[in-house]
């Protein structure tokens, strides 16, 4: 497909704005940028004095990822002066143009013009994958520095097969590990010793849990309880990558000294620029779309 | 979970049922067998002599995969004598009885003792995704005996990310190979590009296709049509694996040079013992619900 | 580095030397041919008419691989005519001329002009690696034909870990088998262990082999004698790889009932185009190394 | 093999003799301690009064790896009390008693009694490929807090292809990574391509290097001089795994602002108790080779 230049604004966010900043410049769009004042830009990228001009410059305007921690101002980390408040971005905002941030809420929705085409970038599937991949490196890394033993070799235990179960265990099996993964359903399980991995039925857990050295939770639900924790090798890492609450009863963990730690939004965290890649090409996907709707 | 010995009647079938009664024997079940008059079994297996015998011996029945190849007379391709009947077979089962072969139809199952409870082997999900593996390695064999290349480093394009696209991809990656994965959606390509393939989106094929030298179509429409098959390479050979009547026209392949083949029903063809052991996992798996059930 | 075209005169061979005769032209060189009557070559290749003309016309001369099958008559099963003699080739090299060829023996040195720059192709090392990756192929492909199984989960033993045994591990275990992999000492079982194969030590094998459902043996010594033979699965698959006589029993082996199949020179059988490239990949590197060496 | 109960002494080291000490008992081992006094062991480990007593316990005596960092007195780190002196222990060692330990100098050996067998532990080969596997993940660990990308679709370099350059590529691959290994000679460079990575041959190096975000040195020379680190691109990450004085000319680095790490002894560093482990299996090697020399 031919590349057509388009013009961003990019108001507010952390590393991983940055990094999508510098990649759709490099990509050859125009970029106007605010709340980004401690940050110093390449020249071909237009820094904007006040969100007013920001918001006016393009078609589509791109906010931060989460769009707010607080429900009420902008999550701009790198912004200095008063806080940027979400209403006031929201009524800048005119018809017919696109507003993409992460986490938009219905409550935020709301008080968008209806005229503006509005995507949570959360809810895309393309980026849910791809953040999957620096989630998986991520609790790698972190496996890697708790504990005294390699993962070449280890016994790895993986809770789930969604997304990052999938990624996760393809990598800890690049990286030579044994790699057990458990699931509900004989379909996941078919899936799971056709690329090589053993699998065990979440109900058979209790008698297999026992030999694992890291186990690597994805399953947002209460998987790892009291009782299944008993079973734990006491030397075995967990390593829980469901969203809050989680997956592990962590008190029952403490209680029996084991090492159990909740590792939330791993891209942003260990890979930042990686995760603003995954924005861009998920921002470029959407345009691409809006162009084949037109 | 402990085992329990179970009785098993087996009518007819080719050499996957030979392997499944040697399975299910080995597993430590009782078999009954019918409809194998050209083979001999091992002393542990009872052959009945008459269809009645084998079908009264146990209260699960398994008929051949498929079913049928004609509609009426069971496929049996080891039986000798007058082909047997589906009808005569169907009435002898009786309540609470359960019956399980491949592709059953709706018009069998009205055949059928309303209180027997039927199942559809090819139906099932984990039996469909284990046989994408022999599925694909038949692929991989034919590939490498149709052409003067290895697989290693070779251009190989897959049509299609579903079960056998899945593991296709895998195993002509293991195998070294340079695979590209073609897809409708921006997910599909996200998860092709974590595993390490290079995704294409369908509607760009015409401008990438050229270049391979290998071409799996698992896409059961038609995806090579003679408007695309224009752009491909003269050496290049296309092996499909979509059910019929397959996602190439053959008629402007042959016409153009191309060499396609329609390769279907290969876990049978290529890995009987392999394809009769998926079969009995997925046996076990429904004994396993029903025991369940109750 | 910069290319520069040179030309080069390739004197008999079979397919594999007509795609290295396609393959150097298209890397920009002339090529002069001769002994492939029944060959038809694309317009830019100068077909020699006469032997004298073909060998003056290059400073580059490339015999076939090998060189003779009888030691008398030049390996040209694409001639027509009176066989080649290897004397009448061997008296028109001149001073200063490169003559490279496959097995080009003592005897056979002794009767070119000494100011000639002779080199045996399949002594070179990086000719030998590359080999190795059709004839990996080739046994999978064979593994495939003879077999009711899969590779993907079988258990496969590799006897060696030399070139051939390296890279057929690698492409078993990227096919999903268990692979397992015999050596003599410590160092390769640690290597062996750490790409993700199970070790065996040599002389615990009568104890292990029993289990395995493929052997391929890549040791060029009597290994599988008729002791160790007792010990394979009837079903057992046995494929050697090692030149004659290979390191199998195969008296005792046929006794025994077991299927041992003998299966040299690959390469050239099953992917003569990859073998053109491997031989067209190690020419190129021994004309660098003569530029570098001047 | 049958296992033989067996005698070890471990005089000193750090946390991988812990996990050694730890191991030998677990397989069947008695095992006599000495230089470990603020590590609190199993019952059925023996800790000596002595280092006396200690030594005389067992025909085995196992000493630190590295046996001593000041040429003087033993490596100990967990010892309270006054240095344990390398000459002592050496004096105490008897006719026919094993001593192993880890660097173990000319000078060292010497002023122990010639009846005694001394092996040096890092002289073993497969001690030095097992290594490479924390080795390996060390480098992965400190690539991954280092950089904001993911190693995953990463360009990696790797300088050069032995134990190291081995098994830092197949798990680079393994995570995703794009993988480029830079050899000297065209046999490697093949083995190079089999394995799925792109060969570069060092000479070329200056023309390729720009383009890595992650470049590992495994050859322990100087090759990243300041004349190659000018073509480096600023956000590359160098980690330099090659023994002191390392591969890197780090003033150069420095100058032109490049992140370059020289990273040693990585096994005890980040998996200590895998270290261990690899200890054992060498010992536990050593011990039967030498029964199988009697």
């Known amino acids: ?7 961003f604004s990019i108001i507010g966010g952390d590393a991983r704005s940055v990094a999508l900043i510098r990649l759709l410049e490099e990509a050859g769009h125009q970029i106007y940028v605010y709340g980004f004042t401690t940050h110093i830009f390449s020249k071909s990228i237009i820094v ?4 007013e001009e920001a918001v006016q410059k393009s078609s589509i305007v791109i906010g931060p990822v989460p769009c707010s921690q607080d429900q009420v101002t902008l999550f701009a980390p790198f912004h200095q002066g008063d806080p940027i408040e979400l209403d006031i971005l929201f009524s800048l905002l005119s018809d017919h143009q696109t507003f993409m941030a992460g986490q938009l809420t219905i409550a935020m929705q709301k008080k968008i013009n209806p005229l503006v085409y ?61 790699v057990s993964v458990a699931v509900r359903n004989s ?46 090798n ?20 403490e209680k029996l000294g084991l090492n ?6 791993l891209p942003g965290k260990v890979a930042p620029t990686t995760a603003g890649w995954i924005i861009k090409e998920t921002v470029l996907n959407i345009c691409e779309e809006m162009r084949g709707d037109k």
């Open 1 to 7: 497909m031919e590349k057509k230049q388009m013009n």
């Open 48 to 51: 904007c004095s006040c969100i």
């Open 118 to 178: 509005t995507v949570d970038l959360l809810e895309r599937e393309e980026l849910a994958v791809w953040n999957a991949i620096p989630t998986a490196e991520g609790a790698i890394q972190i496996a890697m520095e708790e504990q005294p033993i390699t993962i070449h070799q280890s016994c790895s235990l993986v809770l789930g097969f969604g997304r990052c179960g999938k990624i996760l265990s393809h990598m800890l099996k690049g990286l030579g590990a044994n």
């Open 187 to 232: 379909k996941d399980a078919a899936y799971i010793s056709a690329y090589g991995y053993q699998p065990i039925i979440l109900q058979d857990l209790k008698r297999e849990i026992h030999r694992f050295q890291f186990i690597y939770n994805t399953i947002p639900h209460m998987i790892l309880d009291h009782r299944l924790l008993l079973y734990v």
């Open 234 to 253: 006491k030397d075995c890492l967990i390593i829980d990558l469901a969203s809050k609450p989680g997956g592990v009863d962590y008190e029952a963990a």
């Open 260 to 265: 159990a730690m909740l590792c939330l939004s």
